[in-house]
DNA sequence: TATTGTTATACTCTATAACTATA
DNA sequence: TATAGTTATAGAGTATAACAATA
């Protein structure tokens, strides 16, 4: 149990969530961009599509809101997702209002992603012991959905 | 329990680590951004000076390494530091090598930003159920670590 | 007047590659 | 040749403000 030459210590930020996140969440997002690379699509364009999928009809601010995100964040995810065929923008409810339809082609590299997402989301969680993964899920659902 | 007037469905993100990663992930990193924002630091230069003032003489590269970039991150964290005093770049081990230090206004610095940090630190795990946070912690510093 | 979607703009973070000095 | 630090450059992510159309 000391096979680092030599530790290097975070000082203030050893031990906390907040510095914790933000190195799981660098690890992650680089696994996660590489695993969808050959499908042509990044973690946010993953996001919005399967977004949009699941709830058919969506408005673009809404959508960019369950992201996280300002209204202004979707337009360039969705002009990439319509120029790739993925998604369409429709009529909404209001003259003013659009709403967003994944595609075909976008259920379908949806459905061809799937095991690409599974896979990434085993190599993340393999270290971790039994029942902490979703322990994990919850805290991160919970520090996420207190954004007031 | 039915106080949302429509759910949001994250599909095939919903309820994996990878996405709740990044979501808590945004909501954390905004938060310490404007707590920070008041003592002059961002959350990347907080997390190179507390490195530095834990590990006196570090290298550059390796101070680099422990917060999960390449060596050409440095640079500019450690010239924006050094400009406000906060660090110093001294000579290293060889003529090729730097060996960093905080500096008393940077030690002072962390002291002063210490509580602000724990504050922080509270804010976000406040909905987390007892015995939660140090689960937490220690998941997400599984993850990270697992970075080959 | 408020809201929806968009555009313009700028800034931070991050990565790659190339350069210099030293080993 | 390899390593340490830096510089240059580019690209992605994010935020703010302002705009046009509609409500």
Redesign the interface.
Same mark, same amino acid.
């Not at 975070?10 to 690890?27: D, I, P, W």
């Given at each position: 149990m000391n096979d680092a030459p030599d530790a &290097?210590?975070? #000082?203030?930020? #050893?031990?906390? &969530?907040? @510095?914790?996140?933000?190195?799981? @969440?660098?690890? &992650?997002?680089r696994d996660?961009e590489e695993a969808l690379a050959p499908h042509g699509l990044t973690?946010p364009l993953?996001?919005a599509l399967?977004?949009a999928?699941?709830?058919p009809g969506?408005a673009p601010a809404?959508?960019a809101?369950?992201? #996280?995100h300002g209204r202004s964040r979707a337009a360039p995810l969705l002009d990439r997702l319509e120029a790739d065929g993925l998604l369409e923008r429709r009529d909404g409810p209001d003259r003013r209002s659009l709403g967003l339809h994944a595609t075909r082609a976008g259920d379908l590299l949806?459905r061809r &992603?799937?095991p690409v997402?599974a896979a990434?989301?085993a190599r993340?969680?393999? #270290?971790?012991p039994d029942g902490?993964?979703d322990?994990?899920?919850a805290?991160?659902?919970?520090?996420?959905?207190?954004?007031t």
């Open positions: &290097v210590s975070f #000082g203030l930020l #050893g031990g906390t &969530v907040s @510095y914790g996140l933000k190195r799981a @969440y660098l690890r &992650v997002i996660l973690p993953l996001a399967s977004i999928a699941a709830n969506i809404r959508l809101a369950a992201m #996280g949806l &992603v799937t997402l990434h989301e993340m969680t393999v #270290g971790l902490a993964r322990a994990l899920a805290a991160l659902g919970t520090i996420a959905a207190s954004d």
